[in-house]
């Protein structure tokens, strides 16, 4: 094993990278896009999994710079009315120093991860969208570009998100990614009223009687917020808040579904500036095939979970870094993503159940999938006090640990 391209550069992708680095395996990211994202209205929450994920390759500084913590939680209800505890999983009980949770730009740590990479020596190149992969007589593997150009490498890992080409590529038949009923709008409100205001290092959580909001302060001041919405999946077009006038029709949709509440979820909306995004949610509850010959699929490609549980970022994480110890101990393609389907499974549907719970909150009716099981719970935001996170979010990879086929 000597090459991997990686197909994806948002967050699996330079992961699996600098980890194959670190396992002594070169890696190429190719990049749909012609240049880096500048997705500079979602923001997402980093648990602690995903950072010691990041420290087991000693890539977390960066991200923990780009970001900032709060470790309390701020339970409201529509009246306002509430209690305050520590979030899931911001202490080990065993003494072990906890990184997170730690919010930040979605962007920011595309570029966090990216650039990290790069200072190890992996390429990134961009304008590489994927539209073909071809097995040879040897088992190698060739991409194949939307520009003409292709390139050749001992495997592929689809890191390419929830709507991946790889994943078809692998299987045809492989299902496609579930509209949750959830549209998730997040904004920057600069100027919200004091006594609206979550404290700092603290999580506020507002399940108001027709939609769910949560905010915390960022260090200049400004409170950072996303809103769970009941809502069909809208077209790109519809989406958009790119003009004033989307920006107020979607601070003006949210705020209104807060309004008939006690709660100060209303006043953060109204106080929303120029930054504001809307995203359709998805969740992909299971992939029957993640892997064929020498294509393997991971993070989003492999498992979508709804946002509710704040955990698809931190998932990612831990699936390159496991992949690439999968990789090291075991040469032969089959092998290794076997046993990375083996690692993995079990941990990542059980949080795409929970994730689909946490949604049912929000949508009813659109609660876990019938055919998945989900063993145990989640520790994202939204989780209750008492919720039996801690084999979640206090998920550790030992690095050193040899990787068998076996199991």
């Known amino acids: 094993m000597t090459h991997a391209l990686i197909i994806g550069g948002g967050i699996a992708g330079p992961v699996s990278a600098m980890a194959l680095h670190k396992a002594g395996i070169g890696a190429t990211v190719y990049e749909a896009y012609p240049a880096p994202a500048d997705d500079v209205g979602a923001f997402l929450v980093l648990f602690h999994n995903g950072l010691e994920a990041l420290r087991t390759i000693d890539a977390h500084r960066?991200?923990?710079?780009?970001?900032?913590?709060?470790?309390?939680?701020?339970?409201?209800?529509?009246?306002?009315?509430?209690?305050?505890?520590?979030?899931?999983?911001?202490?080990?009980?065993?003494?072990?120093?906890?990184?997170?949770?730690?919010?930040?730009?979605?962007?920011?740590?595309?570029?966090a991860l990216r650039e990290e990479a790069e200072r190890r020596g992996v390429a990134v190149e961009f304008g590489k969208r994927l539209v073909a992969a071809d097995v040879g007589p040897d088992g190698r593997v060739t991409a194949r570009f939307a520009d003409g150009s292709s390139a050749r490498g001992d495997v592929l890992l689809g890191a390419d998100g929830v709507r991946s080409l790889t994943r078809t590529l692998i299987d045809p038949e492989a299902p496609a990614p579930r509209h949750t009923g959830q549209i998730t709008v997040c904004g920057?409100?600069?100027?919200?009223?004091?006594?609206?205001?979550?404290?700092?290092?603290?999580?506020?959580?507002?399940?108001?009687?027709?939609?769910?909001?949560?905010?915390?302060?960022?260090?200049?001041?400004?409170?950072?917020?996303?809103?769970?919405?009941?809502?069909?999946?809208?077209?790109?077009?519809?989406?958009?808040?790119?003009?004033?006038?989307?920006?107020?029709?979607?601070?003006?949709?949210?705020?209104?579904?807060?309004?008939?509440?006690?709660?100060p979820a209303e006043a953060v909306v109204r106080a929303?500036?120029?930054?504001?995004?809307?995203?359709?949610?998805?969740?992909?509850?299971?992939?029957?095939?993640?892997?064929?010959?020498?294509?393997?699929?991971?993070?989003?490609?492999?498992?979508?979970?709804?946002?509710?549980?704040?955990?698809?970022?931190?998932?990612?994480?831990?699936?390159?870094?496991?992949?690439?110890?999968?990789?090291?101990?075991?040469?032969?393609?089959?092998?290794?993503?076997?046993?990375?389907?083996?690692?993995?499974?079990?941990?990542?549907?059980?949080?795409?159940?929970?994730?689909?719970?946490?949604?049912?909150?929000?949508?009813?009716?659109?609660?876990?999938?019938?055919?998945?099981?989900?063993?145990?719970?989640?520790?994202?935001?939204?989780?209750?006090?008492?919720d039996p996170a801690d084999w979640f979010l206090h998920y550790g990879i030992d690095w050193d640990a040899p990787v068998s086929a076996a199991g």
């Open 62 to 111: 960066p991200v923990l710079d780009a970001s900032f913590p709060a470790d309390r939680v701020e339970m409201l209800d529509a009246q306002g009315h509430g209690r305050e505890r520590p979030v899931s999983g911001s202490g080990t009980g065993d003494g072990r120093p906890v990184l997170g949770p730690r919010t930040l730009r979605r962007s920011a740590l595309y570029r």
């Open 188 to 263: 920057f409100s600069p100027l919200v009223p004091a006594e609206a205001a979550p404290a700092p290092g603290v999580y506020r959580m507002i399940r108001g009687s027709r939609a769910f909001l949560g905010c915390t302060r960022a260090p200049d001041g400004a409170v950072w917020w996303f809103a769970n919405t009941p809502g069909g999946e809208l077209a790109p077009e519809r989406l958009a808040a790119g003009t004033p006038e989307q920006r107020a029709g979607w601070r003006d949709h949210v705020a209104g579904l807060f309004a008939d509440d006690a709660s």
């Open 272 to 386: 929303t500036g120029d930054r504001i995004v809307a995203f359709n949610a998805y969740d992909l509850a299971h992939t029957p095939v993640w892997s064929r010959g020498p294509m393997v699929v991971l993070g989003d490609a492999a498992h979508t979970a709804a946002p509710n549980a704040a955990q698809g970022a931190s998932l990612a994480i831990e699936d390159g870094v496991v992949l690439a110890r999968c990789l090291r101990d075991l040469p032969l393609p089959g092998e290794a993503f076997a046993a990375f389907e083996r690692l993995r499974r079990a941990r990542v549907e059980a949080l795409v159940d929970r994730s689909a719970r946490l949604n049912a909150r929000v949508v009813p009716g659109a609660g876990r999938h019938a055919d998945r099981p989900g063993p145990g719970a989640a520790g994202g935001p939204e989780a209750e006090s008492g």
